[in-house]
């Protein structure tokens, strides 16, 4: 069974960049599409990006916000910069044999809260 786990989020000001990151354990994922989603406060889920097995392509909602993936470590990675408090909002990671897009994935971690407030 495989598992997710995100991290890296937290409170930060506006304007400010974080990292978050997931890592996969109990399978192989080398090869499947892995994706970040956020759920803001009283809001629906909502795609932000994916990318490919090969770590390429990739794609994002946001310029702010690029994905990459380390294969060898089975982790993928979100760098957001100039966070505004619109970017409120749990940040999940997602990895199933998809394409790159908002459905298709079969695993989920547990979420991480990112908080931009002054």
């Known amino acids: 069974q495989v598992q997710l786990v995100e991290s890296g989020g937290g409170l930060v000001q506006p304007g400010a960049s974080l990292r978050l990151s997931c890592t996969a354990s109990g399978g192989t994922i080398s090869s499947w599409t892995m994706a970040w989603f956020r759920q803001p406060p009283g809001k629906e889920r909502e795609f932000v990006a994916a990318?490919?097995?090969?770590?390429s392509p990739s794609i994002s909602t946001e310029d702010r916000f690029t994905i990459t993936r380390d294969s060898a470590k089975s982790a993928e990675y979100l760098a957001m910069s100039d966070l505004t408090p619109v970017d409120t909002a749990v940040y999940y990671c997602?990895?199933?044999?998809?394409?790159?897009?908002?459905?298709?994935?079969?695993?989920w971690g547990q979420g991480s809260q990112v908080t931009v407030s002054s």
């Open positions: 990318i490919s097995g090969s770590g």
């Open positions: 997602g990895a199933g044999e998809c394409g790159l897009g908002p459905v298709g994935y079969d695993y």
